[in-house]
């Protein structure tokens, strides 16, 4: 069978596990032989995993939600570029961020951004008191805040997020295996009143 590329995890798969999409183009410069002009429309065939394509729009929301936390928690119209970096690293694992994190394991696998979202939640009215008696930049501040306050509960919100995941997960199970349960006796209630309306027409 045929194998493509997934366009978000890039492994290659059978055309059977992958969804398959159009995706519309517009051409940005003239063809050099003259094949089509710019702004001609194109068609592209794209495909992906449906999961992977899941993960990226969930993780896509997370990351919105966690850069709109930070920068109102630090009274910012914008995060300066050296910070998102920092944060994207921090989810990534790519970095270490302060004194506290020996656990190094699970800095590399990274924080996923909703851990870091309640991080900064939970140390909300400290970075706040803190950020009225702070001389330095707006950056130093949100380097020491990292460093200091999210590094030193980041892995206990990490512990819990992953419990909490496990509960729904488990959660989840449970509802599937009552939906089948349920499905059963409805056919059989259904074929009694089939039987009663046939009764009815005897
Ligand atoms: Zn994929």
Redesign the pocket.
């Known amino acids: 069978m045929a194998q493509f590329k ?1 366009k ?2 890039k ?1 290659k ?1 059978d055309a059977d596990n992958l969804v398959l999409e159009e995706i519309e183009g517009r051409r940005k410069k003239d063809h050099r032989d003259g094949k089509w002009k710019k702004g001609d429309t194109f068609y592209q065939k794209v495909r ?2 449906q ?2 394509r899941d993960r990226t729009l969930r993780e896509t929301k997370e990351w919105e939600i966690c850069y709109e936390t930070v920068k109102e928690i630090h009274g910012l119209t914008t995060i300066p570029d050296f910070f998102v970096i920092m944060l994207q690293r921090v989810r990534n694992g790519n970095t270490t961020i302060g004194m506290k994190n020996s656990e190094g394991k699970r800095y590399k696998e990274g924080y996923e951004y909703p851990i870091i979202t309640e991080c900064y939640e939970r140390k909300r009215d400290l970075i706040q008191w803190k950020m009225k008696q702070w001389d330095g930049g707006d950056l130093q501040f949100m380097q020491f805040v990292m460093k200091y306050y999210i590094d030193d509960i980041i892995n206990q919100v990490a512990r819990e997020y992953e419990i909490k995941k496990e509960k729904e997960k488990k959660m989840k199970q449970v509802n599937e295996d009552f939906d089948f349960e349920l499905s059963k006796p409805s056919k059989e209630r259904k074929k009694t009143d089939d039987d009663m309306d046939i009764s009815n027409f005897l």
Do not use: G, K, L
């Open positions: 997934c978000y995890c492994e798969d992906f995993h999961s992977c």
